[in-house]
């Protein structure tokens, strides 16, 4: 399968008019009260991109956004403007602009913050660089049960993670989530409810990944019936099968104070752990 990198370059330019378009009630100040943002959408091998939406907005402006869907022959490229006819700044230095990029079935494949400089602001003149990474994928996640109120830490597998990535359960956000690398993350499971739910990780540049159905909250705690054998010698280890319900992938099992270095997780109801 051919991997597949976008790449997403903007420009925005601001600039004085005053009084040219006579369907202006107002004069537009130099950068202040208009921004035209120029780009292109390309993929890895320069082709422009069709279908896709690009969203550009001033988050420290409530009412500057706007959003360009470029399709036929404005496939990847694109102009966009800012303004604002009340004399209100467009964009100020330390304003944050951000860039949202999404495909035409809604995906967004790339989410990106620009800081406005003093010196941008001065010039007139900012350039924006987006690179669309990877779409994120999840194998695994273990253990994959947990009683309702959580709490314990889970291993996340997959392929294509960033550091910064998120993770919840449903719609329980996890919390304490590591990014240990682009294929393992590992995070601690939040309260839920009973029942099978879904993992959904997102990675920071707004591309996300779904493990359907496959995390189990139960209410029931573990109950022990059954240990063979029942004794060992201290000198050697002792392969033990502890029999029971309500057993977890994950589960950890101690003898008399001392934790196995060894649990194998066989069913609900079986594990096998030295003594």
Not at 26 to 33: A, L, S, T, W
Not at 97 to 126: A, P, Y
Not at 197 to 212: C, F
Request: hydrophobic share 40%; proline share 3%; aromatic share 6%.
């Amino acid at each position: 399968m051919k991997k597949i990198v976008f790449s997403v370059t903007f420009t925005l330019i601001s600039f004085s008019i005053v009084g040219v378009i006579c369907t202006w009630a107002v004069p537009i100040e130099k950068g202040k009260q208009l921004m035209i943002i120029a780009g292109q959408v390309k993929d890895n091998d320069g082709t422009l991109l069709e279908d896709t939406n690009v969203i550009i907005k001033n988050i420290n402006k409530e009412t500057q956004n706007s959003q360009r869907t470029l399709t036929g022959n404005e496939a990847g490229i694109f102009d966009i403007i800012l303004i604002d006819f009340s004399n209100k700044s467009v964009a100020d230095t330390g304003d944050q602009l951000e860039v949202i990029v999404k495909l035409d079935d809604g995906e967004i494949i790339t989410r990106k913050i620009h800081i406005v400089t003093e010196d941008e602001v001065e010039n007139s003149l900012v350039t924006i660089s987006v690179q669309v990474g990877e779409k994120p994928s999840v194998s695994s996640i273990a253990p994959s049960t947990s009683t309702l109120d959580g709490g314990i830490t889970v291993t996340i597998t997959g392929n294509g993670f960033q550091n910064g990535a998120s993770a919840r359960m449903g719609e329980n956000a996890m919390v304490a989530v590591n990014f240990v690398s682009e294929t393992t993350l590992t995070a601690i499971i939040p309260a839920g409810t009973l029942g099978v739910t879904d993992l959904v990780i997102s990675n920071p540049d707004g591309r996300s990944a779904t493990l359907l159905q496959s995390f189990i909250y139960t209410s029931l705690a573990p109950v022990v019936t059954a240990v063979n054998p029942t004794f060992g010698v201290t000198t050697s280890h002792t392969s033990t099968t502890i029999s029971g319900e309500n057993f977890q992938d994950g589960a950890t099992v101690s003898f008399g104070g001392t934790e196995s270095k060894r649990v194998v997780f066989v069913s609900f109801m079986e594990l096998i752990a030295d003594t």
